[in-house]
């Protein structure tokens, strides 16, 4: 079997079906509103070919009635004829506006963030970086700061000989008290 592949349906370039409604509605400046048929006849001067393009714009007018863009006056449908509502229109336009304002911003805090968190990921890769060089340095450093000693082999620590005490003089006997001689008559 031969594989199908389908064709992707592209997205038609260019303004769409509504816009240009809008814009021959605009053209033809009938102050009590612009019938279907007219409409058409001002597209297909433009380059439209209406024929091929009929219920694409029939839906657009419908759809401009739904959403408020356009007015219908009298009519049913895709036939009558129809006006810009131009209350409706602004606050539509407006709303367009504001949509694409907030989509905006979204975008740009989004940016923002996604710039924020790139920042934030390269200091703590920097800080990564300077802490794994600092023990290092400190290294070095101290290599640098103090001198080498040489060093002596130890010695068995002699401790100094207990010198003999100096002999005190012995003692006379104590001489016993006693009874006083009589000292000896001459």
Do not use: R
């Not at 048929?37 to 419908?62: E, P, R, S, W, Y």
């Not at 290092?136 to 060093?151: E, F």
Request: no cysteine.
């Amino acid at each position: 079997m031969a594989a199908v592949q389908k064709k992707k349906a592209s997205k038609p370039s260019g303004p769409k079906t509504i816009e240009l409604v809008i814009k021959a509605i605009i053209a033809l400046k009938e102050p009590k509103g612009s019938s279907g048929a007219a409409i058409k006849k001002q597209l297909a001067g433009q380059g439209m070919d209406v024929q091929k393009k009929n219920t694409i714009i029939n839906k657009a007018l419908k759809k401009g009635v739904a959403d408020g863009v356009l007015k219908q006056v009298k009519g049913a449908g895709a036939s009558g004829s129809f006006k810009i509502d131009t209350a409706k229109a602004q606050a539509a336009e407006k709303a367009k506006a504001k949509k694409a304002k907030a989509a905006q911003h979204k975008k740009e805090a989004a940016a923002k963030a996604k710039a924020k968190k790139a920042a934030a990921k390269a200091k703590k890769a920097a800080t990564k970086k300077t802490k794994a060089k600092k023990p290092a340095a400190k290294k070095a450093a101290k290599k640098t700061a103090q001198p080498k000693k040489t060093v002596k082999p130890k010695k068995a620590a002699k401790k100094p000989a207990k010198k003999p005490a100096a002999k005190k003089p012995a003692k006379k006997p104590a001489k016993k008290v006693g009874k006083k001689k009589p000292a000896a008559k001459n």
